[in-house]
Antibody, heavy 121, light 110 residues
Framework: QVQLVQSGAEVKKPGASVKVSCKASGYTFTDYYIHWVRQAPGQGLEWMGI????????SYAQKFQGRVSMTRDTSTSTVYLELSSLRSEDTAVYYCARTQPSSSGWPFDYWGQGTLVTVSS | QSALTQPRSVSGSPGQSVTISCTGTSSDVGGYTYVSWYQQHPGKAPKLMTYAVTKRPSGVPDRFSGSKSGNTASLTISGLQAADEADYYCCSYAGSNTLVFGGGTKLTVL
């Protein structure tokens, strides 16, 4: 069965970086794009960016340009999200989700369980 | 990329119908037939309810239907059930390989 399993919760100080992983299983890793979506406490969903695991190409939301990096390791079917220069407003649950490249508008059909990142001094 | 505009809350009684709106611009909702809707229960990951404006994934009841007119998309839930009480989010393609979500709507089943 399709699974996206994310790494565990993180606590970071302001100014630090965090790297969250998303390990895919149950399907061919390179057949689906992986997106990252975050949700601050009590707030809505916010799209951060997309990674094409085939060639590693990425596209990021303008808000995160320069502070975000998405990478992948095809040998372990894992995608990584790295966010730098953390501030308190980055405290959120970070989700990975997959979409089929050919599907209209890239609907997310499977999601990871979420990773809580807390930024606090 | 500004978030799409949704009402903060809607409510309805069991068996009734409710409609949640999602307003964007000609650069996102109005420019593409690529709007999807997600249901999220507290503490859970979102679940896809409709996509490409009107399509439904297998397993989603036909009580959930999507539509779009101009820059506004809508999700209609008919025959409301207690289990439908959740937060709902719209999401649209916004060009240049980017997506944008709505601010979310809390549905209360009275």
């Amino acid at each position: 069965q399709v699974q996206l399993v994310q790494s565990g919760a993180e606590v970071k100080k302001p100014g630090a970086s965090v790297k969250v992983s998303c390990k895919a299983s149950g399907y061919t890793f390179t057949d689906y794009y992986i997106h990252w979506v975050r949700q601050a406490p009590g707030q809505g969903l916010e799209w951060m960016g997309i990674m094409n695991p085939t060639g590693g190409r990425t596209s990021y939301a303008q808000k995160f340009q320069g502070r975000v990096s998405m990478t992948r390791d095809t040998s372990t079917s894992t995608v990584y999200l790295e966010l730098s220069s953390l501030r308190s407003e980055d405290t959120a649950v970070y989700y990975c989700a997959r979409t089929q490249p050919s599907s209209s508008g890239w609907p997310f059909d499977y999601w990871g369980q979420g990773t809580l990142v807390t930024v606090s001094s | 990329q500004s978030a799409l505009t949704q009402p903060r809350s809607v409510s309805g009684s069991p068996g009734q119908s409710v409609t949640i709106s999602c307003t964007g611009t000609s650069s996102d909702v109005g420019g593409y037939t690529y709007v999807s809707w997600y249901q999220q229960h507290p503490g859970k990951a979102p679940k896809l309810m409709t996509y490409a404006v009107t399509k439904r994934p297998s397993g989603v009841p036909d009580r959930f239907s999507g539509s779009k007119s101009g820059n506004t998309a809508s999700l209609t839930i008919s025959g409301l059930q207690a289990a439908d009480e959740a937060d709902y989010y719209c999401c649209s393609y916004a060009g240049s390989n980017t997506l944008v979500f709505g601010g979310g709507t809390k549905l209360t089943v009275l």
